[in-house]
């Protein structure tokens, strides 16, 4: 897995982190005050990047937690059938099919340019990056 270790503390809204092995976008983090005898405590809810489902988790914001390296690429659009892609990576020439997100339906043709992100080794097809030449 591609991941960084950093503290629970310093997470922010909108930043990633990977909660039982899924990879997921923070929406919200309330911080407690630490008591006592006690430590500070985080409450994390996120969105999964990939399955859209919501996760919470509780713990000491002095706890750390692994955070997903998003790996950025662009590829070329070789054809399309239903609502699988066939893209061609522009760095590595490697070829692979992607499925086409819902929002990117009806855009999504045959020589046009798209962004795919690599999350823990899946690749999921982003945005549409540029029209057919």
Not at 28 to 50: M, N, Q
Not at 114 to 120: A, K
Request: glycine content about 10%; proline content about 3%.
């Amino acid at each position: 897995m591609t991941t960084k270790v950093v503290g629970a503390g310093t997470l922010k809204d909108g930043s990633y982190i990977v909660i039982d092995g899924v990879a997921c976008k923070v929406a919200t983090i309330d911080t407690s005050k630490s008591g006592k005898h006690g430590h500070a405590k985080v409450r994390i809810v996120a969105i999964g990047i990939l399955d859209g489902k919501k996760r919470e988790i509780v713990l000491p914001a002095h706890d750390n937690v692994e955070v997903p390296l998003i790996e950025k690429m662009s590829a070329q659009v070789l054809s399309v059938v239903g609502d699988m892609a066939n893209i061609m990576d522009e760095a590595t020439f490697e070829t692979f099919d992607l499925k086409i997100p819902e929002e990117l339906k009806d855009t999504v043709l045959p020589n046009c340019k798209v962004l795919y992100w690599i999350i823990l080794g899946q690749k999921v097809m982003k945005q549409l990056k540029g029209g057919a030449e």
